[in-house]
């Protein structure tokens, strides 16, 4: 009689941690398979109710599953910035200006039926520190970034850093600033936006309704523009 309880208690725990190893192989399988509209809302959205390093809120966004957000990496965006047409979006999902922009961009893309190639800039560009009346380039940029910058290089600002007395350092490059949106079309830029509105004056404040039909209005000109 013993005996047979232990094998049946043998039995059941080996048949719960095929039950938790199907359990996790099936969510990691439904993570995987996750359209690039539904990884863009999860990624964007998860930082709903979260803080920053500075114990600030991210800015609410609230993302459709059915966006027209298409995930491209930097050789896919050359190819655009070269010989395609398309609407490119350089952000992040950290950046309090990013926030203030996606739920705009999304509404107006999917209402004129236009893709949006989303390239995530966070860790592909370069870094650059003051240290000691010096500027210091801590982390270079990737090789496909420094190419987007040379193709975009007359429509980019110098990059300058700003120290606590307002002297200006040159890091002798240009800068991708997030947010940008950028319209090509036959590989020629059409239109070029950075930011959301002069009169946001934190990328923490919420736009009010006028200030959302402006930038509205930014972004549905800046699609027309390629067409």
């Known amino acids: 009689m013993e005996k047979n309880n232990k094998i049946i208690l043998i039995a059941i725990i080996i048949l719960t941690v095929l039950v938790l190893i199907l359990c996790g192989y099936s969510l990691i399988n439904k993570k995987n398979n996750l359209t690039d509209a539904q990884k863009f809302r999860n990624e964007y959205m998860e930082l709903n109710d979260q803080v920053n390093s500075d114990n600030v809120e991210y800015p609410m966004v609230n993302i459709s599953e059915d966006n027209t957000v298409i995930y491209a990496n930097e050789k896919k965006v050359i190819e655009i910035l070269e010989k395609g047409s398309g609407v490119i979006y350089f952000g992040f999902n950290s950046c309090p200006w990013c926030r203030t922009l996606v739920n705009p961009l999304i509404d107006v893309a999917k209402e004129m039926n236009e893709n949006i190639y989303y390239l995530d800039i ?106």
């Open 122 to 227: 966070k860790d592909i560009r370069s870094m650059f520190e003051i240290v000691d009346g010096d500027i210091e380039n801590i982390k270079k940029g990737s090789e496909g970034y420094y190419k987007i910058l040379s193709l975009l290089d007359e429509y980019l600002d110098e990059y300058y850093l700003t120290d606590e007395n307002y002297t200006d350092y040159d890091t002798l490059e240009k800068r991708i600033y997030a947010p940008t949106l950028i319209a090509v079309k036959d590989g020629l830029v059409t239109d070029m936006h950075v930011g959301t509105i002069d009169s946001q004056e934190s990328g923490y404040d919420k736009l009010e309704a006028g200030q959302l039909k402006e930038l509205k209005q930014i972004i549905k000109d800046l699609i027309n523009s390629k067409n």
